[in-house]
T-cell receptor, first 118, second 112 residues
Framework: GAVVSQHPSWVICKSGTSVKIECRSL??????MFWYRQFPKQSLMLMAT?????????EQGVEKDKFLINHASLTLSTLTVTSAHPEDSSFYIC??????????????FGPGTRLTVT | GENVEQHPSTLSVQEGDSAVIKCTYS??????FPWYKQELGKRPQLIID?????GEKKDQRIAVTLNKTAKHFSLHITETQPEDSAVYFC???????????FGGGTRLMVKP
């Protein structure tokens, strides 16, 4: 299957700083990538849909000025958590959408980034 | 939008027994239903999926059934093993492929 990487895998930052997380599709081009947040013992919640060359689409309740998304190429999307606070501490997972040979789409997940804000 | 409900939230079975996890969805336009296994601190791994033109799919010890009329689908794991212990998520994807909505997850514990 297709491979999606994320960097960093774990980051600890101080309250008020900004953190950038990268999501890369390694062996396919992804016009669409997705950013999820997962709190402990909870499900994955879609934050935003990242579209190459255009603005991201944010889910209701997600602050677009706080979670900046840039999808500058067909293999890279970045999520920047600006002015991070302890409540932003979470597991952030990206996924990339790939077109299947028989039609339809499949999403491939990155390994996730654990963000801890102190 | 789509709403996916998953039950049970926790499931404990004895090694060798079967495990069944059920999900319902609300959007009749959804046409792709994957199941993911997630171990602690790791990414969700696709274990099986089913599309709306099929009622059942099987892969060794894992099977998924889909009832489009009732808008529910189920994961069946037979002959469970301790390494099956993980959190399992169902999901429903819309026709455009631009939205994957997850169920709340089921923590499966297989006791040796």
């Amino acid at each position: 299957g297709a491979v999606v990487s994320q960097h960093p895998s774990w980051v600890i930052c101080k309250s008020g700083t900004s953190v950038k997380i990268e999501c890369r599709s390694l062996d396919f081009q992804a016009t669409t990538m997705f950013w999820y947040r997962q709190f402990p013992k909870q499900s994955l919640m879609l934050m935003a849909t990242s579209n190459e060359g255009s603005k991201a689409t944010y889910e209701q309740g997600v602050e677009k000025d706080k979670f900046l998304i840039n999808h500058a190429s067909l293999t890279l999307s970045t999520l920047t958590v600006t002015s991070a606070h302890p409540e932003d501490s979470s597991f952030y997972i990206c996924s990339a959408r790939d077109l299947l040979a028989g039609g339809g789409w499949e999403q491939y997940f990155g390994p996730g980034t654990r963000l801890t804000v102190t | 939008g789509e709403n996916v409900e998953q039950h049970p939230s926790t499931l404990s079975v004895q090694e060798g027994d079967s495990a069944v996890i059920k999900c319902t969805y609300s959007d009749s336009a959804s046409n792709y239903f994957p199941w993911y296994k997630q171990e602690l601190g790791k990414r969700p791994q696709l274990i099986i999926d089913i599309r709306s033109n099929v009622g059942e799919k099987k892969d060794q010890r894992i099977a998924v059934t889909l009832n489009k009329t009732a808008k529910h689908f189920s994961l069946h794991i037979t002959e469970t093993q301790p390494e099956d212990s993980a959190v399992y998520f169902c999901a429903a994807q819309n026709n455009a492929g631009n939205m994957l909505t997850f169920g709340g997850g089921t923590r499966l514990m297989v006791k040796p």
